[in-house]
């Protein structure tokens, strides 16, 4: 996988990734796209869907197979610290 130049950015996240472990998100994410860089294609919106198609499944693999529960609640039913969320609920 190539990005089209060489000064271009790969946003790995953002304030909207909410993750309970992010040393383990960024490693697997990482990973797969080691695996999408060694097939050496463009970086536009076909390869971009199909990496992230790839780390979501890897994701899910991790939580069932391996037992690392990456997200936490994701259901988010607490009810304190909702003004710390308001960006994310809007």
Do not use: C
């Amino acid at each position: 996988m190539r990005l089209k130049e060489s000064t271009s950015i790969f946003n790995m996240g953002d304030t909207s990734i909410r993750v309970k472990e992010v040393v383990p998100i960024y490693k697997q994410i990482l990973k797969t796209l080691q695996k999408h860089n060694q097939s050496n294609q463009k970086w536009n919106n076909e390869s971009q869907a199909s990496f992230y198609s790839s780390v979501l499944s890897d994701f899910a693999k991790a939580e069932t197979e391996d037992g690392i529960n990456l997200f936490g609640n994701l259901k988010r039913n607490e009810i304190t610290g909702l003004d710390k969320r308001g960006r994310t609920l809007t």
